[in-house]
């Protein structure tokens, strides 16, 4: 069985974030990047199926700039066995980043999918769901648990009403709460070794996608800021406050 993971480049989750002074977007310079957090647990999951002989080749696949080489390298550092970048400059929406999966999924030809349930810097999470609809697979989303039974993949989600498990017919697209695993540290070896994995590249023109923009963002400003919080010197003054002031009990 093949899988293929996708991962985007994403502002690592510690940076502190600025928005550029016009509105436009924010400033990314001097910021670090890292691997979208669910896109580690989504690589890490492929290399739990191969390591437990589910799995024979894990591809990894980003879509963003030059740079996303290094999130790439970090995936096959945690066990993917080769890469593609499609080389895009600037922001690329999920509808044209499922059309950019769909066309790597039809000359790779993998049984299973793999991507994160969102990417934390536009909170979408619309990716995984359109790739499975322009595939027509089935898809078994915020998967916090898979086993396989029978021919047939379980995919474990946590919902409102508990723990609901769907039975998915191979091939089909998966996508990662955080809840599936606890990513491995890459050590220093599997760096290096991922270095000399192979990598390739392409381009959405190679791809046959149109990737411009459907929709335009209008303004990007700051959340407003948080007062002060006060010290109170009891809890009768405590729970004055809240009864008189904020009126919450
Ligand atoms: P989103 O729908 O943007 O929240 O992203 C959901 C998932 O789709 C992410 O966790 C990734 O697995 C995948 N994805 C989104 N954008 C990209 C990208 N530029 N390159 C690779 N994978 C991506």
């Known amino acids: 069985m093949k899988a293929l ?18 509105g436009s977007g924010i400033d990314t310079n001097n910021l670090k990047f890292s691997i979208n957090p669910f896109d580690e647990v989504a690589v890490e999951e492929a290399v739990r199926l191969k390591e437990a002989g589910m799995v024979s080749e894990i ?46 999924v039809e000359s790779e030809k993998p049984d299973l999918v793999i ?3 969102q ?25 916090s648990a898979l086993a396989f039974k029978d021919g047939e993949l379980n995919v474990i989600r946590e919902i409102d009403s508990g723990n609901e498990t769907v039975s ?15 990513p491995r540290y890459v050590s220093l070896p ?11 590249t392409t381009t ?5 996608v149109d990737v411009a923009a459907r929709q335009r963002v209008l303004k990007v400003e700051p ?15 405590l729970v004055a406050k809240l009864k008189n002031e904020a009126k919450v009990i």
């Open 59 to 104: 591809v990894v696949v980003s879509i963003g700039p030059a740079q996303a080489q290094d999130t790439l390298r970090n995936a096959l550092a945690m066990g993917g066995d080769r890469a593609i970048l499609v080389t895009v400059d600037g922001d690329v929406e999920p509808l044209a980043v499922a059309k950019l999966l769909r066309a790597v």
């Open 223 to 237: 959340p407003a800021k948080r007062k002060a919080g006060i010290k109170v010197g009891s809890v009768a003054e």
């Open 119 to 143: 990417a934390i810097d536009g909170d979408c999470n619309q990716t995984g769901q359109m790739l499975a609809a322009l595939l027509g697979w089935p898809q078994g989303t915020f998967a």
């Open 115 to 117: 991507l994160g349930k």
């Open 168 to 182: 998915l017919q191979l091939p089909a697209v998966i996508t990662a709460d955080l809840r599936l695993n606890t």
């Open 204 to 208: 959405p023109a190679t791809l046959g």
């Open 5 to 22: 993971v996708a991962v985007k480049r994403v502002v690592d989750y510690n940076a502190t974030i600025l928005v550029k002074a016009d």
């Open 190 to 200: 599997n760096i290096m070794k991922a270095k000399k994995k192979p990598l390739a």
